[in-house]
């Protein structure tokens, strides 16, 4: 019978790029996907690599967002080279656009922590923005540039994490749900199947949006939750857009080709995938109000993902506490793609019983879930 | 070489129709479609047999489309019986709904000249047909109700009347397009296709919204140009609407299994087939307006298809001027799915040498091209 | 706090069936589904009804499948009437091929037991076979004409329960997945989900191939086991065959519009919906063989799909020993679609306390799981 | 009005591949196509930059081939950066295998002429061949293992010379026929299209498989007809195949994420873009032949595609006669993808009054159409 170093179960973006940083590492590797690989919240992503885009959680979030953008250059090239398959990296920026001088305020204020961290952001007015993007609305009230803020195919990404980690000897099983996690004297032994027991030494639970599926193999109840987001997609033969824009309830994502992805709806608390009228409609209302001239676009296609957040808006990542050698990577919300490489170099550096590069103290599992209030406490910022 | 009774060129609708109605009279038919079957507006249509639903365009139309209502129930029996097709046939009746007092006033006139012409036409308030209809909006001014204005899958009733044609011993060819009609002595000889002649003793063109393409094929100037038309559809899993609701720019199709139909914008003169972010947005506030419920009903999908209109609102139904055995097919603009079997009817009448059981005189090929304006004397309804 | 009569877990064509009878009963009912109704087997089936083609498990499985077979004709009124969907049905019967001298002695013996049980079945000589389908090989050795034997459209049967279940009042949830039955005191209480627990007084695991998923929801060992099943359909213009070609290894399905699927590869063990290029060739040899003229038709498409099989063969249809009101409806194998009528009236009987109209006694959990050993003893036919 | 310095016919790779390089000179291009972009033999292609793995026409050609494969480097570059889309260039290599002892010396032969032409080719015998690609059959006899025959995506390749060539200025009109080319004494004038006319002051044919349509369009008697060519693909999660495998009736492409794509049947004369079982099962038994290992692979899909082809096997690329301006790009066969580069190159040259960098005198439209005799006077192979 077969054994193995590691068994990740969950082939989204997370538990792809956990099997592939392993496989990079020399382990043997076996990575259990209940469906089709990327099938969940990987696909539906509009790829943003929203480190400084996104309102940050908390300081170790944002230097855990920074340090993984970075990795996308390499990581890039590397999943090219082994799966041929090209993720779509671009590293034209981030407009984070004010509609109201309130936001503004907001933004510039922002822009001034991130600069105090070592990050460039620059507040631009409207003008300046309207130069840099001539398809801005001119009722905007300015925005952020944020330079190092560029994006990804997030399905290209996922398959790419996979299919690379299969050429380095992963053993890759689709349509195959783990159902229980073996432990012998509090030690990871195995991963039972439908198909039976696979043997390991470590195994990762990398499962998504399910909190109780979760708790179901941990044994341990880590607060994940669907936060439902609904987007759709247009073409132009011209590009409208060469950046991001990002607002607050809506973003324009300038994909290859003329493509536009518009994103996204947050409705919270149900599995169901579906794709309302209620949402498209809001959606397009803003897209409209924000890049008028998108009204000629041609409509493409509308879809749904369901994001894993958690209580504290924190990832947990980290050993399950009473069971050696068992970790979960889960909770990224709507940063997974963008946490993708370094939650996967972390977990592996875990295994390995190396020092992740960066710190992941504050993700770890027996936290208090309301870590959030104090984070709050330090300012609405960060 | 085989010869041909007939060739029919166009595999939409109402070639489809034409090909069907001659093979079960026992002609030797061969079906030339440039494409695949049905992929224009056949497909694209919502199905409504909006005999009076939709603004007549004079007597003989009005006349010649409740005729052609009344063929779909053997038309659905036959086609099932020979293809194994289901058409989808609801006769369940429109909700023609008035949204201002103006418009109930128009639709209560519209009433009383449907009963003139022995077609039954009923008015109600919002009350009554909000009774009929309970998720139509509080704010319409109450509708006409119309008991045999039903509707069909357009798709498969093309496919059908083209499959169904094909059991009766047509030759269906698709990806085969017609460049030239063969002319000997001022009669039909055949037809030159790129892959061959086809030799035959009759030719129909009935090839959709190109004036110029009739035009290169017959040798007569027909003023066919296409009228797009964009439509999405969502789905529910308890039906939102029993019957079609009809609205000044905007329509309702309750399709089975919770489906609902929304069409349709009016583009003219463009041949450009995809769905603008405008043209769905438009639809959308229509559609909330008339059934709010809507809202949370599931996106499903956009399409378009074009729409063969003519300048004066009429097809072009007969055979041409200075060819013998040479027939036109064109122009149905909105009612190509209800006119099909009375066109298909007709056409094989006249290669049959028998008289059609409605008169298509006003629908000849020299007619004055400007005939509306005379209709429109007689009054602006009819 | 909604309380339903009975939560019926699994949105197949069993579970979909069930929800349907209790709701024409007046129960209220709820029906959930962990991914998209009929995404499975339901879906992937050929549809056929294959009550005497089939190799009979045993007396009462055949008594129950000839019985479930005459219920089609009204069903499929009932449900287009409520859901507008068409389910297909065909009557035209079906062909059980023998490509040897030996399978030719056996379908002739099979003939007599299936007239001893009243059923017509008339063997054919190649001639006579020939004269049906022309398009049969000449090397066959004859067939077996089942008159009875026809088919349906399984995805849009499978659908037609559910949607039509929705209008009768049924609460249908996709994207939900049951987690856990809440007892009390020994009786179904309740369902767990990830959205919450929902009250019932009833309960029914109907969740297909997966015995581990039925142990995880009932506490007690069904043997069931997915076996897959690979497929693919071309069309033609005019139809090959007019009735189902059945033959050991390879059945051709004449469906609506000159479409034809072929059918089936048998793959035990494996939860892989993939579709393997092995099984497509022997597939393709097979049809050939029986059918040479398919060679001709335009490929559609390939898929699968995975059998609920059990040990002895035949299906569990009952309640659950140790808790009362709860009850399994699962291991339907290539009967899925044949038995859905039968098996949903059946539950519904159960939960209404009334008896169902053909003993269901054979099919009880708590059977031996061994019963089909002493079956065999009695023949290897019946 | 607007007038255009070029109009180019024919949104397919050769025609986008003008129009980008036109465009790229500054010109002010408009692009038309009757459909959709590369919705024909661009997108069915299996992206092969066959220089040296296809029998050469002539010398001529083999010239004008291996010129082209080297431009690809840089444009894969340049329509990354200005379209965002990757053409998935891959330059592993290609294996031309040998099945029969007969065709070793063929191969021999031809590495011998390529190297005399300064290419580089190199003959492996069977162990040296599976050393390189283990899964390729031991009863293969050798192969010729050419460095420099790589492959790209050619749907993505036609894309984004078009979406390049919009970034660039160029107006983009899918959905467009162009009906006929004005000319005004001997000179293009403009092309007329259904939606009017288009001024401009070249125009350029490229309008794929159809002979008649370029006759239509320019006047002259193009011998170009369409050879259909059927493909389907399959994936597997660890790779089979690191380069191209080619063989006399098949060839395997393998792409990025573990995808290869099977090629090609060659079916004369017809416009039918279905495929057939007959040519699926022969691609599946050559490609088994030659991979064994490929059994177990996943069925991905099937297609068909129309090579435009030519009597003398080579393609049509220049000025017509007796019309200044007017020039045809045309008949390139199952080279279109490998020759795009050049062919664009050197009209943009021919209208611009440059010298293409390589010649295209043996492509001129008044040749003689039975060249290829005298080539093959030259000897079989070249």
């Known amino acids: 019978m077969t054994s193995y170093d590691t068994a990740v179960i969950g082939g989204g973006v997370i538990g792809s790029s956990i099997a592939y940083h392993l496989a990079k590492c020399g382990q043997k590797v076996i990575l259990l996907e209940k469906g089709r ?45 082994c799966s041929g ?145 609904e987007c759709f997609s247009v073409t132009t033969n011209a590009p409208l857009l060469t950046r991001t824009v ?25 599995f169901d995938r579906s794709v309302s009228l209620a949402g498209i409609a809001g959606l397009l209302a803003q897209a409209q109000s924000l890049v008028p001239a998108i009204a000629d676009a041609q409509w493409e296609k509308a879809w749904a993902g369901l994001r894993p957040q958690t209580r504290d808006g924190l990832p947990y990542i980290g050993e399950v506490p009473d069971c050696k050698k068992l970790y979960v990577a889960a909770g990224h919300y709507r940063n997974g793609v963008l946490l993708s490489p370094i939650t996967g170099e972390a977990i592996a550096a875990l295994i390995l019983g190396r020092t992740p590069r960066v710190s992941i103290e504050a993700f770890r599992l027996d936290r208090e879930t309301c870590s959030r209030a104090n984070a709050d406490k330090e300012g609405d910022v960060m």
């Open 37 to 81: 690989l990327a099938e969940g919240a990987s696909s539906a992503a509009a790829g943003m690599l929203g480190a400084q885009a996104e309102e940050p959680q908390s300081e170790a979030f944002f230097n855990l967002a920074c340090k993984s953008r970075e990795m996308f250059r390499a990581i890039a090239g590397e999943l090219k080279e």
């Open 85 to 229: 398959i090209d993720i779509g990296l671009v590293s034209k920026g981030t407009l984070k656009v004010a509609m109201t001088e309130e936001q503004a305020v907001h933004h510039k204020r922002l822009a001034s922590i991130h600069r105090q961290h070592g990050e460039q952001a620059e507040w631009l007015d409207v003008a300046a923005a309207r130069a840099m993007e001539p398809n801005l609305s001119a009722r905007i009230c300015g925005g952020l540039y944020i330079e190092k803020d560029g994006h990804v195919q997030a399905p290209e990404l996922s398959l790419a994490f996979a299919k690379a980690a299969a050429v380095l000897g992963t053993v890759v099983r689709e349509h195959t749900a783990a159902t229980h996690i073996l432990r012998e004297n509090g030690v990871v032994a195995g991963v039972e199947t439908e198909e039976g027991l696979i043997r390991c030494d470590h195994a990762v639970v990398a499962t998504g949006a399910s909190g109780s599926e979760v708790a179901a193999l941990t044994g341990i109840h880590v607060p994940v939750y669907p936060v439902k987001g």
């Open 246 to 270: 990002f607002a607050d309830g809506c973003y324009l994502v300038p994909k290859a080709a003329g493509r536009i992805v518009v994103g996204a709806t947050t409705i919270e608390g149900s």
